[in-house]
């Protein structure tokens, strides 16, 4: 098993992520931390908690950045995750509490006790995993892989044509995370657009008939239904941040190609991230995957 952190900002694909992951027996793992990003850390944390509820998992969970690490924080995307982060299915505060650690000193602790085998899996803004490096710079040599879920590196963005979601929120993050040495793989939507989850799966998931399954199709109902305002005819979504999680189960899925990455900090292509060739080509990007089998693999874990 790898021992693996996820780093959440839970909105709704997080929370397809978390499912996919927790039920992967490959994976062990050993916390969740919380980011703001889909909306307020209060939020993200909670939903974080409440989806580990529905899905009966007792992970513990670890609240983190509630802003950006240098600039203003942007306004909560409710038109894509709903009002509550989870397509306005949150109805009664979960029974457990986060822990009192915080997110930076548990991804610093477990990496220091655990040497060269940690895997990060990040999916919302890199300000958690930002923050500690700038405390404990040594970390960077002690990781063993960060698979993150950001970035358009060959492609448009999703908020501005240049930016990702995930970048935008926190470039900063980004821009520190990609120059600190750490061993990451960049999962953008160069591939995850490419991995659509058909609405025709929702009965699926709905005819096994349990509270988890019709939370979830409910859930990604909603999802879908912003995914149709924004790419008329889709008939779906794109599984975002479950793919930042299947590649770590399985690098199969992808492949990838070495950059030298950089993020664009100021003016019209703010949050752009930007492949060099010169320069030390030290960050795996993900150029192409294998949607299909991919996809097959995310529905056979997710109940």
Same mark, same amino acid.
């Given at each position: ?131 500690? *490096?700038? =405390? %404990? ?5 002690? /990781? ?5 879920? !950001?970035?358009? &590196? ?99 899925? *992808?492949? =990838? %190609? ?5 993020? /664009? ?5 703010? !949050?752009?991230? &930007? ?29």
């Amino acid at each position: 098993m790898k021992p693996v952190i996820l780093d959440v900002d839970t909105g709704i694909d997080d929370a397809l992520a978390m499912a996919y992951a927790l039920n992967s027996p490959e994976l062990e793992i050993i916390g969740l931390t919380t980011c703001f990003g889909n909306g307020p850390i209060e939020y993200t944390t909670r939903n974080t908690l409440v989806i580990l509820e529905q899905l009966g998992k007792t992970v513990p969970v670890y609240s983190g950045a509630d802003k950006p690490l240098k600039r203003a924080r942007k306004e909560f995307p409710t038109h894509v995750h709903g009002e509550d982060g989870l397509g306005n299915k949150f109805e009664k505060a979960p029974v457990r509490e986060a822990e009192t650690e915080g997110a930076v000193d548990f991804i610093i602790s477990q990496v220091k006790k655990r040497p060269h085998e940690i895997t990060i899996i990040a999916v919302g803004p890199l300000t958690n995993l930002a923050h500690a *490096v700038q =405390k %404990e710079p040594e970390i960077a040599s002690l /990781v063993k892989d960060v698979v993150i879920m !950001g970035g358009a &590196v060959f492609v448009r963005g999703n908020v501005t044509p240049y930016s990702e979601a995930n970048i935008i929120s926190d470039p900063d993050a980004a821009d520190c995370v990609f120059s600190s040495g750490l061993p990451v793989t960049v999962v953008g939507l160069d591939v995850t657009m490419q991995t659509l989850l058909p609405n025709a799966r929702l009965a699926d998931w709905r005819a096994l008939d349990t509270d988890v399954s019709h939370f979830f199709a409910d859930m990604t109902s909603f999802y879908m239904q912003s995914y149709e305002r924004f790419h008329p005819g889709i008939g779906g979504c794109a599984l975002h941040d479950p793919l930042a999680v299947g590649v770590v189960i399985d690098p199969g899925f *992808v492949k =990838k %190609e070495k950059w030298n990455v950089k993020v /664009v900090l100021e003016g019209e292509e703010y !949050g752009r991230t &930007v492949a060099h060739a010169e320069g030390e080509q030290q960050i795996q990007v993900c150029t192409q995957v294998e949607a299909d089998r991919f996809l097959n693999h995310f529905l056979d874990r997710l109940f």
